[in-house]
């Protein structure tokens, strides 16, 4: 109720999209080197106006919601060689009304993030890469891209439970029968390395993104 | 606990029944939310408190233009002009509202107390209290707490959002947080700390939210001194004891009645009200972006 101290002017158009930028950087693994930022609906026309501009590039440069340093994010940008492009689309009404997607590169490394700012700062990753996600990165969140195998989801549950944390959601989407299998699970609290490299060792395992708390 | 904080009658029957000041059911409150400690909760209240004067001085002192250009310095001229029409203390009041809330029209950093529209009115009235009465600042943060408490029965019972019941809700809550903190760093009883809410939450009923091209400029900076003005004058009247007869819970309870009559143009929409106005859609029309792409439907995202 007092609080959360943050960067104005409103906490859907600030806070809530460096939030966005800070998980897309995790799913990236790193700060991009270019970026291809869209703005959907409602954002397309307002982005400007609001400083959302800023707030996003501010957030892809890790900075948090409360760094004065947002205001000037693009000379950062500039300093830090990083690209980006910004574009409005006006009518993709099958996207929530304040809808980024992100192009991320770093690299020869591309990623895909669609995030919703919800109001209030909160968020929801809604899709990595085509995959649905619906994550709120509000805690602590895994990405398991796998082979579509059967008993898959249980086996990876199993080793999350040795760690004794505790699975919030769980959410699995595929592209097709058989195919690659995007495993989103948001957990109470973090695992251990140990158990990130295990996952990733095993064959059926295609990539693995592990995001801990983003405001941290 | 968390039935404490839905209604006023509660809190204050539970505050009774346990021997407590009513900021410090709060303070149990939020360690027992928060799973953090007193300790730490008092540390989070004296960070915001900062923030808060930083705002207030930053918007006092640099420059304070929003891209539209609808916020231009003005908290800096009404600190400095010579003539004060009430009191030396009312114009830094006005001055500071307007500062915090600048800030926060230009991309500075604040406090959203209950939200980031209304982010000038506990600023303007918690500083200005604290260098009038020379208040500690642990007196200011039991104020801080009390405003939690207070804010967080008008959510449960209407609402803090202005996209939900209109600016009543943002700028009244604010307000009505204020007073209540006024009233009782100024030792006020709890009935009078209720009272300075209903009388300021009886002042801000119907408030619609139609801030000009969306932007929470106009007239949202404004409405920041204003709701100081009403939170400073409602404390006034309750601390001397005048009832404000229809109890707080119905105050509020009016407050969400009429924010969920409101029609939705009244309601950050930007398609009402002063948004509507010829000069609102002008400078709407200046400061949004027009070469928006309208993709054909074969490219829509599905
Ligand atoms: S008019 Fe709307 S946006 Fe502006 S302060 Fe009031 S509720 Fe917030």
Redesign the interface.
């Known amino acids: 109720?007092?609080?959360?101290?943050?960067?104005?002017?409103?906490?859907s158009h600030?806070a809530g999209v460096v939030r966005i930028a800070r998980a897309a950087i995790r799913v990236l693994g790193a700060v991009p080197d270019s970026v291809v930022i869209t703005f959907y609906n409602s954002f397309?026309?307002?982005?400007?106006?609001?400083?959302s501009d800023?707030a996003i590039i501010g957030g892809l440069l890790d900075l948090k919601t409360?760094d004065?340093r947002?205001?000037q994010s693009f000379e950062i940008a500039k300093e830090k060689g990083l690209e980006y492009t910004f574009?409005?689309?006006?009518?993709?009404?099958?996207?929530h009304p304040n809808t980024i997607k992100l192009n991320l590169k770093n690299g020869s490394k591309e990623v895909e993030v669609i995030g919703e700012s919800l109001?209030?700062g909160i968020i929801n990753i809604a899709a990595v890469d085509g995959f649905k996600a619906n994550f709120s990165a509000n805690s602590f969140t895994l990405i398991i891209k796998a082979e579509d195998i059967s008993g898959a989801i249980a086996f990876i549950s199993a080793v999350i439970t040795q760690e004794k944390t505790n699975i919030a959601t769980m959410s699995v989407s595929r592209k097709g029968k058989y195919d690659i299998a995007c495993h989103v699970i948001e957990m109470d609290s973090g695992i251990r390395k140990t158990t990130i490299e295990y996952l990733n060792s095993l064959t059926w395992i295609k990539e693995l993104i592990y995001i801990p708390e983003i405001d941290k | 606990m968390s039935f404490l904080f839905e209604s006023f009658k509660g809190w204050k029957a539970y505050c009774e029944s346990n021997h407590l000041n009513l900021y410090e059911s709060v303070l149990q409150y939020e360690v027992s939310q928060k799973g953090v400690t007193e300790e730490e909760i008092w540390l989070?209240?004296a960070?915001?408190f900062e923030?808060m004067k930083e705002a207030v001085d930053s918007g006092l002192s640099e420059d304070m233009t929003s891209?539209?250009g609808m916020i231009n310095n003005g908290a800096k001229k009404v600190y400095n002009f010579p003539v004060a029409v009430l009191s030396k203390e009312f114009q830094k009041l006005i001055s500071r509202a307007l500062a915090a809330k600048e800030?926060?029209?230009?991309?500075?950093?604040?406090?959203?107390?209950?939200?980031?529209?209304a982010?000038g009115i506990?600023p303007g009235a918690l500083y200005t209290l604290q260098e009038i009465h020379s208040l500690n600042d642990r007196e200011i943060l039991e104020g801080?707490l009390i405003?939690?408490g207070i804010?967080?029965i008008i959510?449960q019972k209407a609402s803090l959002?202005g996209?939900v019941g209109g600016c009543q809700a943002e700028t009244g809550s604010a307000a009505a947080?204020a007073s209540g903190a006024i009233v009782h760093c100024l030792g006020g009883s709890v009935d009078q700390v209720f009272n300075a809410v209903a009388i300021t939450i009886q002042c801000m009923l119907g408030l619609v939210c139609d801030p000009v091209?969306?932007?929470?400029?106009i007239p949202c900076v404004v409405r920041n001194a204003s709701a100081v003005a009403i939170a400073n004058s409602s404390a006034q009247i309750a601390l001397a004891g005048v009832n404000a007869v229809i109890p707080v819970d119905e105050c509020i309870e009016a407050m969400g009645e009429i924010g969920s009559s409101m029609e939705s143009r009244y309601k950050e929409t930007a398609m009402g009200g002063l948004a509507a106005t010829l000069t609102g859609q002008e400078i709407s029309k200046r400061?949004?972006?027009q070469?928006?792409?309208?993709?054909s439907d074969e490219d829509?995202?599905?």
């Open positions: 109720m007092i609080g959360p101290i943050m960067i104005g002017p409103s906490s600030t397309a026309r307002t982005y400007e106006g609001h400083g800023k409360d004065q947002i205001k574009k409005s689309i006006g009518n993709a009404s099958v996207y109001g209030g | 989070g209240l960070k915001a923030v891209k539209s800030v926060n029209s230009c991309m500075g950093r604040v406090v959203a107390a209950p939200t980031a529209g982010s506990l801080l405003g939690a804010a967080l959510e959002a996209a947080m091209a969306g932007l929470v400029e400061v949004l972006i070469d928006i792409e309208i993709l829509l995202p599905e």
